[in-house]
T-cell receptor, first 116, second 116 residues
């Protein structure tokens, strides 16, 4: 149980275009979802926290107009990278919390974004 | 505020020898502590977690960790390394709070290399 999926697993896009990444909790309802980015050989950095039906809370230094997060249902959150640039190339990982234990997060497999 | 420090960015051991990956934490609240493993191009897998119960925590694949409050440490150990243990390991801290899902703070990671 507690499976989180991401789609796509990898995507290549041209500079200036937008890319949408989906995060789904497959067998539980996620009251809270988190979005992280990971640069090569580096740690995960939290970008934002999203609660179903409300606006996402972004970490300091993360541009909310560039990284649009929508958490429209208890099983789906989306991250849209708008007007992508090569420096946005990274590994994006989502996680989900079911609400049973506040510390518990189930991670998706990640999405590798390459902007050319 | 919470933080974790992984003292070694890279550890190399021979197959069959013990593994020690060091982690120190800082937290304003009673922390939950985790170790995650990330194999190349794979998602994060939870190895074990401490959530204020027994201080010696056993995880999957023969790994264990001991929570030492006096030393603010949560080192990961395994008696005998296997080639399949080669991966990136992250020590993670979460403040235990009520109300909403807790944020996770990741350490910078330790790359474990296992040689024949």
């Amino acid at each position: 149980g507690a499976v989180v999926s991401q789609h796509p697993s990898w995507v290549i896009c041209k500079s200036g275009t937008s890319v949408k990444i989906e995060c789904r909790s497959l067998d539980f309802q996620a009251t809270t979802m988190f979005w992280y980015r990971q640069f090569p050989k580096q740690s995960l950095m939290l970008m934002a926290t999203s609660n179903e039906g409300s606006k996402a809370t972004y970490e300091q230094g993360v541009e909310k107009d560039k990284f649009l997060i929508n958490h429209a249902s208890l099983t789906l959150s989306t991250l849209t990278v708008t007007s992508a640039h090569p420096e946005d190339s990274s590994f994006y990982i989502c996680s989900a919390n079911s609400g049973r234990a506040l510390y518990e997060q189930y991670f998706g497999p990640g999405t590798r974004l390459t902007v050319t | 505020a919470q933080s974790v420090t992984q003292l070694d960015s890279h550890v190399s051991v021979s197959e069959g020898t013990p593994v020690l990956l060091r982690c120190n934490y800082s937290s304003s609240y009673s922390p939950s502590l985790f170790w995650y493993v990330q194999h190349p191009n794979k998602g994060l897998q939870l190895l074990l977690k401490y959530t204020s119960a027994a201080t010696l925590v056993k995880g999957i694949n023969g790994f264990e960790a001991e929570f030492k409050k006096s030393e603010t440490s949560f080192h990961l150990t395994k008696p005998s390394a296997h080639m399949s243990d080669a991966a990136e390991y992250f020590c993670v801290v979460s403040d235990q709070r009520t109300g909403t899902a807790s944020k996770l703070t990741f350490g910078t990671g330790t790359r474990l290399q296992v040689t024949l």
